[in-house]
């Protein structure tokens, strides 16, 4: 309009979306946090119904091994007990979070912008190292040797 004018305020364009995007950011890296330690609460507690099942079964453990049962069925026993559990957890937990992933995407659908709720990498990456937490204690018996 008047090139005499001076401009002030100038802003690379870069800087002023990284600006208007900077709570939306936050939020999310924030929701991730919370993703992460209520991921580990659940491989914690786990950890901890797997070993206090484990433990309820001490005796019998060692009956077992006492009758000349071979340490490798016993453990192949437990671990396989443990699986049970583990799977039916699983398949529960898989059924919810499909669940609030469809009530995520379609009735909140203006939070997930260029992210799928039904994210492949979340739906096997979180299961695989909850089993796996879950079937490491199973294994190592420590806390659970007979007395």
């Not at 939306?24 to 491989?43: D, E, K, N």
């Not at 203006?110 to 299961?127: D, I, N």
Request: hydrophobic share 55%; aromatic share 10%.
């Amino acid at each position: 309009m008047d090139r005499n004018l001076p401009l002030t305020n100038v802003w690379p364009i870069g800087e002023v979306i990284s600006q208007a995007l900077w709570a939306a950011r936050f939020g999310a890296s924030l929701l991730t946090v919370f993703a992460m330690i209520a991921m580990a609460l659940c491989a914690v507690g786990i950890y901890g119904v797997v070993s206090y099942s484990v433990g309820q079964r001490v005796r019998e453990i060692g009956i077992r091994l006492a009758l000349g049962a071979q340490p490798r069925s016993v453990l192949l026993m437990v671990v396989q007990q443990s699986c049970i559990v583990l799977g039916a957890g699983l398949l529960l937990g898989f059924a919810g979070s499909f669940v609030l992933a469809y009530f995520l995407g379609t009735q909140i659908g203006g939070l997930l912008y260029g992210v799928s709720a039904t994210s492949p990498a979340a739906f096997v990456a979180m299961p695989f190292v909850l089993a796996t937490v879950g079937i490491v204690r199973a294994m190592f018996l420590h806390g659970a040797q007979p007395k």
